[in-house]
């Protein structure tokens, strides 16, 4: 089964698809340049490599008074400048390469971030949609990885926790059909590929966002 490490590529696919374009958060390469015009642009900007999974090396960057603060693994740092800043996040790329991600507020169950994780599977000629999960985040971290501490929640109770009853169906319709879009074209790029896990974030406003792209979904 084909599997597809590179998330730079995958979001490129879907960029250019006008639909699907407006549920990607923008994104751009990791530089000094590219993360102060993003943060001037942003409440928080997510630096994540192009290759990684479980939440790994990904970092919370934002803005504060009088410096910059970055989250990793637990740990609120603060520092000055941005000079110090890129120095801190050379450090943890360690070589690797980046992308720079606009920030979510995501919706919040008891004050910790929910996301939500669509996964297809292809038997025969048809993709399913096999499951529907919400993943909370551990207390004091902004990544909501299972392997990080996580909660899994089933999908629509965690939807029910964070919008009116009425809204939860257009939610998981909008996921699902997004979903199922990306997967057409994800295919049609990269044939081969068996699953897909996409995983949703929702921010504070409903609106819908694809944080991440899986082919090889846990």
């Known amino acids: 089964m084909r599997?597809?490490?590179?998330k730079w590529s995958k979001f490129a696919i879907l960029l250019r698809h006008q639909g699907v374009a407006k549920h990607i958060p923008a994104m751009r390469h990791f530089s000094a340049s590219n993360l102060?015009?993003?943060?001037?642009?942003?409440?928080?900007?997510?630096a994540k490599p192009f290759v990684g999974t479980g939440g790994n090396r990904v970092v919370k960057v934002q803005k504060t008074q009088g410096g910059y603060m970055y989250h990793y693994y637990g740990n609120q740092i603060k520092v000055h400048s941005l000079d110090g800043l890129v120095r801190?996040?050379?450090?943890?790329?360690?070589?690797?390469?980046?992308?720079?991600?606009?920030?979510?507020?995501?919706t919040t169950i008891d004050g910790r971030p929910v996301d939500y994780r669509v996964k297809l599977v292809k038997?025969?000629?048809?993709?399913?949609?096999?499951?529907?999960?919400?993943?909370?985040?551990?207390?004091?971290?902004?990544?909501?990885?299972?392997?990080?501490?996580?909660?899994?929640l089933q999908g629509s109770?965690?939807?029910?926790?964070?919008?009116?009853?009425?809204?939860?169906?257009?939610?998981?319709?909008?996921?699902?059909?997004?979903?199922?879009?990306?997967?057409?074209?994800?295919?049609?790029?990269?044939?081969?590929?068996g699953e897909l896990g996409y995983d949703f974030g929702?921010?504070?406003?409903?609106?819908?966002?694809?944080?991440?792209?899986?082919?090889r979904p846990h």
């Open 202 to 215: 929702i921010d504070k406003k409903g609106s819908v966002w694809i944080l991440e792209v899986n082919t």
């Open 157 to 193: 109770h965690a939807l029910r926790r964070t919008f009116p009853a009425r809204m939860v169906k257009s939610k998981r319709d909008t996921m699902c059909g997004v979903a199922r879009t990306c997967t057409f074209l994800l295919e049609s790029r990269y044939p081969g590929i």
């Open 3 to 6: 599997r597809v490490a590179n």
């Open 123 to 152: 038997a025969g000629r048809s993709w399913h949609i096999r499951a529907i999960v919400g993943r909370l985040a551990r207390p004091g971290l902004f990544v909501t990885n299972l392997c990080k501490g996580g909660t899994l």
């Open 88 to 106: 801190a996040l050379n450090r943890i790329r360690n070589g690797r390469s980046y992308m720079l991600q606009q920030g979510i507020q995501l």
């Open 36 to 46: 102060r015009d993003m943060l001037q642009r942003y409440p928080f900007v997510v």
